[in-house]
């Protein structure tokens, strides 16, 4: 199992133009788990899958659409695939035309697209053939027609069906302190999630008590300490599952010592038991 520890990209526009294209990548043997300040759309055609967008995980088939926000932690779409697939990916910053590019009232769609695309977007059917092709032609543009064709893209985005992929902003506000005491706790949970995570030791590291450290936890993610490494530990487990590992394997592996209790917690966070999410995403 890949470690999943988040790495910072550094992003830059392209010479000539305000935003950056990649094509085609091919990290597919890298798992890339990631983020950026950056807002990021990504068209991958003629493959199946893994999204991984904060704490979504699902499967694609055959193609994805997705807008993902600033700082959200994603892994590459090509990773584990095994056939040839076309990957556009456009990067560029909120304020890539200006700081008031977005507050112009033409703009008012698009700077609610922009907004949600903080919890992590993903685009269906129609929209997603429509705004693949329109990306592929968009390559073979010159830079002032490609900037045109990117403002058309994301009126097409904004005033189109779209799936909200996290139940929450993925990114934080909290101040440099707060951040890296936060940055520590994941880290901590990372390499425990397995084993029965030490609520004094990680406490102590922080340097607050137990009981402040739990209203602290609870003050900056909305959730428990307990709710967060469940919440972890069933991420892991749908990880293993769409790599094709058993339920009882994926309830081990992910920190579970009681196969009820694992079948109870992931149907109560993914909504469905892990034997039928296994099958419908395989």
Not at 45 to 72: C, K, M, Q, W
Not at 224 to 251: G, M, P, S
Request: aromatic content about 12%; some cysteine; overall charge positive.
């Amino acid at each position: 199992m890949p470690k999943a520890r988040v790495k910072f990209e550094e992003v830059h526009a392209d010479l000539g133009r305000s935003f950056r294209i990649l094509l085609t990548p091919n990290l597919n043997d890298i798992f890339y788990w990631h983020f950026h300040p950056e807002y990021e759309i990504v068209f991958v055609e003629g493959a199946s899958g893994t999204r991984h967008i904060g704490d979504h995980i699902s499967r694609y088939h055959n193609d994805d659409l997705v807008f993902i926000g600033p700082n959200i932690p994603h892994l590459n779409f090509d990773y584990g695939v095994k056939t040839t697939c076309e990957t556009i990916v456009v990067q560029m910053k909120e304020d890539f035309l200006g700081k008031e590019f977005l507050q112009a009232p033409e703009m008012s769609a698009i700077r609610e697209l922009f907004e949600k695309a903080k919890y992590g977007l993903s685009f269906p059917g129609e929209t997603k053939r429509i705004v693949g092709e329109r990306l592929k032609k968009m390559i073979r543009l010159s830079h002032f027609e490609q900037l045109m064709e990117l403002l058309h893209i994301f009126q097409i985005l904004a005033t189109s069906e779209k799936d909200v992929l996290n139940p929450r902003p993925v990114s934080s506000e909290a101040n440099r302190k707060d951040k890296g005491r936060i940055e520590k706790i994941y880290q901590y949970v990372e390499e425990h999630y397995r084993d029965k995570p030490d609520l004094k030791e990680l406490s102590k590291s922080c340097n607050l008590s137990a009981a402040a450290f739990c209203r602290y936890f609870k003050k900056m993610t909305k959730m428990t300490f307990t709710e967060f490494v469940n919440q972890y530990r069933i991420t892991q487990a749908k990880k293993l599952l769409l790599q094709q590992h058993t339920v009882t394997e994926a309830c081990y592996q992910s920190g579970f010592d009681n196969l009820s209790h694992f079948n109870k917690t992931f149907k109560k966070l993914v909504g469905e038991n892990p034997s039928k999410f296994k099958s419908r995403e395989s």
